[in-house]
């Protein structure tokens, strides 16, 4: 994309934060790690985002492990379900936040035991929202139905780059 980053651990706990929805959810998770991050910089422009997979009302974040992924895989196996991304640019020294989200829909085809098994074997499953990246070679069996492809595979291109020209930054 053209910009330079410094990568800073927000260390920012992702278990048991509750929300009204999964939008409300990456979003609040987004702004906390702007805020632990703002922490431990002194100035800048800080951007942290937080991904999840939904399947209507449920929300799955990244396997926890090998039996997780597994659950994961067979809840979203043929099935719509969308990628969510709350986005956070926060001024380091103001604390001054623009806060939003991308949301894109797919498609997974039925997963046999056997496919599951394999993937999780792979080792790809792991530290992935929904236990899997299009990306890599989880595009046999998703399908990007609606909305952003670089949502679904890093950070939504669209949404991300005007809040941080908004927030003064440009490639460079």
């Not at 609040?28 to 991050?37: D, G, I, T």
């Not at 999780?120 to 492809?149: H, N």
Request: with cysteine; hydrophobic share 45%; net charge neutral.
């Amino acid at each position: 994309w053209g910009y330079g980053f410094a990568v800073v651990d927000p260390a920012v706990p992702e278990e048991g934060i509750r929300a009204s929805s999964p939008t409300r959810l990456v979003e609040l998770l987004a702004e906390r790690k702007a805020l632990a991050a703002r922490r431990k910089i002194k100035g800048g422009v800080i951007l942290a985002a937080d991904t999840v997979v939904a399947l209507e009302a449920r929300v799955f974040g990244k396997p926890l492990d090998v039996p997780h992924a597994a659950e994961i895989l067979r809840a979203l196996s043929g099935k719509a379900h969308a990628v969510i991304t709350g986005i956070c640019v926060m001024d380091a020294r103001s604390g001054k936040a623009a806060i939003s989200h991308a949301v894109s829909h797919l498609r997974m085809k039925p997963l046999t035991e056997k496919e599951i098994g394999e993937y999780i074997a792979s080792g790809e499953p792991m530290g992935k929202a929904g236990a899997y990246a299009i990306q890599e070679t989880g595009d046999r069996w998703v399908t990007l139905e609606e909305g952003s492809r670089t949502n679904v595979v890093g950070l939504p291109e669209e949404l991300v780059r005007p809040m941080l020209e908004a927030a003064g930054v440009v490639p460079g």
